[in-house]
T-cell receptor, first 110, second 113 residues
């Protein structure tokens, strides 16, 4: 099976940078994805790492190290609207399934 | 494009009642999924359909059945609802430039009394 661990809560100041870590255990996978979910809303896709290294999309960057079984999501220039839950998810090898972590609730404070 | 749509948005059932949650996507995606989300548990896969005509169990399939009616529609059925099935249910489809993005519907909030 697959399992992912991420911090349950993170608090950061508006305008600052925050990193949300994700460690995982798996026997094989295609890649690591990140999703954002605001309270009462649906998850929305943020980023995908199929290869090791850094992927940058505007204020958001995501990183994957397969050798360390580790990834992170980096949010820069935090805004109040970034307050949400963030989920890392593994794409299973040989299937189309996603296995999600339990999510990190980010609170951005003034 | 409407993306992924789900009906109903809210539902209250009594224990033992049955219901079907509907999901449709207009993005011509092959793969579709049903998840449930409970507080502190993240999203857990119930069933998925890699393509029209195929369905497979996910992590938590017990108490549910699915039908891939056609390429657009993927329904989830609760035959005899239990309080443990109180949850928020999300449908998703797989697309994106590299086929790595899941697009989620707005969710169905289900309360089983």
């Amino acid at each position: 099976g697959q399992s992912l661990e991420q911090p349950s809560e993170v608090t950061a100041v508006e305008g600052a940078i925050v990193q949300i870590n994700c460690t995982y255990q798996t026997s094989g996978f295609y890649g690591l994805s990140w999703y954002q979910q605001h309270d009462g809303g649906a998850p929305t896709f943020l980023s995908y790492n199929g290869l090791d290294g850094l992927e940058e999309t505007g204020r958001f960057s995501s990183f994957l190290s397969r050798s360390d079984s580790y990834g992170y999501l980096l949010l820069q220039e935090l805004q109040m609207k970034d307050s949400a839950s963030y989920f890392c998810a593994l794409s299973g090898a040989g299937s189309y399934q996603l296995t999600f972590g339990k999510g990190t609730k980010l609170s951005v404070i003034p | 494009n409407a993306g992924v749509t789900q009906t109903p948005k809210f539902q209250v059932l009594k224990t033992g009642q049955s219901m079907t949650l509907q999901c449709a996507q207009d993005m011509n995606h092959n793969s579709m999924y049903w998840y449930r989300q409970d507080p502190g548990m993240g999203l857990r896969l119930i069933y998925y359909s890699a393509s029209e005509g195929t369905t497979d169990k996910g992590e938590v399939p017990n108490g549910y059945n699915v039908s891939r009616l056609n390429k657009r529609e993927f329904s989830l059925r609760l035959e005899s609802a239990a309080p443990s099935q109180t949850s928020v249910y999300f449908c998703a489809s797989l697309g994106g430039p590299g086929g790595e993005t899941q697009y989620f519907g707005p969710g169905t909030r289900l309360l089983v009394l």
